[in-house]
């Protein structure tokens, strides 16, 4: 007989179905974790899944208490017989389509992978399809299993660069985790408009613009913090390669956050402005660079802490070549 101090599993994992696969787990409290809510309990054991989900497990009467239905809240008192039996339920009604990806590295929990430009991460309104999110389900159909197929965070349409998307559910909490800790580190490399002399941070809260509902803004009331870390890398007249570093992750952050200090980035239909016109009589040769038709923002470095391992890991990739274009442009002026 176990030690009352460990966990009795008895796992029998089912096959899978059309209907998604089957969970089929049953344990024995341990004494020492009488009074314990029972919705903690659970998740602390499975990290894999959330406390949200064994919540609503408890509520369908998926997970039970010694064959029971009790509520999420009810305490333990040790010694009871656990059981959960689920069935892992497709997470939208997301189609597989093939899509290109360009695969940095895949192992059994993560990919990461580097999005181009023009391709919508994840479907919404006027983006059903054709974007990241479906050529996923296209490569790995368990992904359907996986909450938003696996995507923990955005790049905007037009930006380009890595992105990591979790395999498993483990995984994809671990990296969610990881994102609101602030130790994923996500560095960009971008062109500006203007001089940029000296590196700086911005610390400056986002929020909806007051007017222009679609669009983002420095906001004085109602944001959310910003930090945005930079520094230069090279100087043209007039523009400026930078570096920059989130530390936190709003919508279009850095666009908004170099608008906002009078450097918007070259391309940018949203926050950006047109170049001179007196520039360009003088260097005609930018006209290539003022019908740059995206916003120069690139992510070049993603590093995280792995979910299986927690050892520190690290991927990087060159600028693509519309910007690596632009940068040969400004070399000539």
């Known amino acids: 007989m176990p030690p009352e101090n460990m966990f009795t599993l008895e796992d029998t994992p089912l096959s899978a179905s059309s209907s998604g696969e089957a969970i089929d787990h049953t344990f024995t409290v ?36 010694d064959g029971a239905q009790v509520k999420p809240k009810s305490r333990v008192s040790g010694g009871e017989r656990v059981e959960l039996r689920a069935r892992e339920e497709p997470r939208g009604d997301w189609l597989p389509e093939p899509i290109e990806l360009s695969i940095v590295h895949e192992d059994d929990s993560i990919l990461v992978i580097n999005k181009p430009a023009g391709l919508v991460v994840h479907p919404a309104a006027g983006n059903y399809s054709g974007t990241l999110l479906n050529g996923l389900l296209y490569h790995r159909a368990e992904q359907v299993n996986v909450p938003r197929a696996g995507i923990v965070h955005r790049l905007d349409k037009d930006t380009t660069g890595l992105m990591v998307v979790a395999k498993t559910d483990a995984a994809q909490l671990h990296l969610v985790n990881q994102l609101q800790a602030r130790t994923v580190k996500r560095s960009y490399q971008a062109i500006v408009v203007g001089e940029v002399r000296q590196s700086g941070i911005v610390e400056a809260a986002i929020g909806r613009h007051p007017s222009a509902r679609t669009r983002m803004a420095v906001v004085k009331y109602g944001g959310k913090e910003a930090v945005t870390h930079y520094r230069p890398i090279r100087q043209y007249p007039g523009f400026t390669h930078l570096e920059l570093q989130l530390q936190t992750g709003r919508t279009h952050q850095i666009r908004v956050h170099m608008a906002h200090l009078g450097f918007p980035l070259v391309g940018d239909q949203t926050y950006g402005r047109r170049l001179p016109a007196k520039l360009l009589r003088a260097e005609p040769q930018l006209e290539h660079l003022a019908q740059f038709n995206r916003q120069a923002l690139h992510a070049f470095k993603l590093g995280l802490l792995h979910p299986d391992s927690s050892e520190y890991c690290e991927w990087q990739v060159r600028l693509p070549e519309d910007m690596s274009g632009l940068l040969s442009l400004l070399k000539t002026i």
């Open 30 to 65: 341990p004494v020492e974790k009488a009074g314990q809510r029972l919705d903690q309990l659970v998740a602390e054991m499975f990290p894999q899944y959330s406390r949200s989900r064994f919540q609503q497990w408890i509520k369908d009467g998926a997970l039970t208490l």
